[in-house]
């Protein structure tokens, strides 16, 4: 398939997402895979529904078949990462992670994941390294106050580590 053809053909579920309406999303994606199967952004965009759903394991599902489709699909890896961040498979959304820096070691999505990742697994230390890695990259106002709340819990929670150096 035509990848400007597939990516418009998955706009109007993207729309309805961005709009609040995921369920509606969901909907017109479903129908829209059932249409073409081998649309990678059709499967990307139904996950993005299922996610906002807190559908997590069809989320995970439907990023896993674009990465399928289109194995460098880095918005896929990424939201895939995220998923499993949310379902507790803190390591796998730690390889994934990687697995994008490995293609840009500057890429911010990746390093907000990485963060996140380790935060909620409570390694405090790698949290803290990624998240400062992430204020490198120069994020817009709105992940910069994240960002800078989650490094405030970060050094609360443990004032003798803000003192080290990262490794």
Avoid: C
């Amino acid at each position: 398939m035509d990848p400007e053809q597939a990516w418009d053909a998955a706009q109007e579920g993207a729309e309805l997402i961005a709009e609040g309406e995921p369920d509606r999303a969901r909907r017109v994606l479903e129908e829209l895979v059932r249409d073409q199967p081998v649309n990678e952004y059709a499967y990307f965009f139904l996950g993005s529904a299922h996610y906002e759903l807190g559908n997590h394991h069809k989320a995970l599902a439907a990023y896993v078949k674009a990465l399928e489709l289109a194995p460098g699909y880095v918005g896929a890896m990424i939201n895939a990462g995220h998923t499993l961040r949310m379902l507790g498979r803190y390591d796998q959304a730690i390889r994934m992670g990687h697995a994008v820096l490995a293609r840009d070691k500057h890429d911010p999505d990746a390093l907000f994941l990485l963060g996140t990742s380790h935060f909620a697994l409570g390694d405090y230390a790698d949290a803290e390294r990624w998240l400062n890695r992430l204020l490198e990259t120069r994020p817009g106002p709105e992940l910069l106050n994240e960002i800078q709340g989650m490094l405030e819990q970060l050094r609360a929670a443990h004032p003798d580590d803000s003192d080290q150096e990262p490794n």
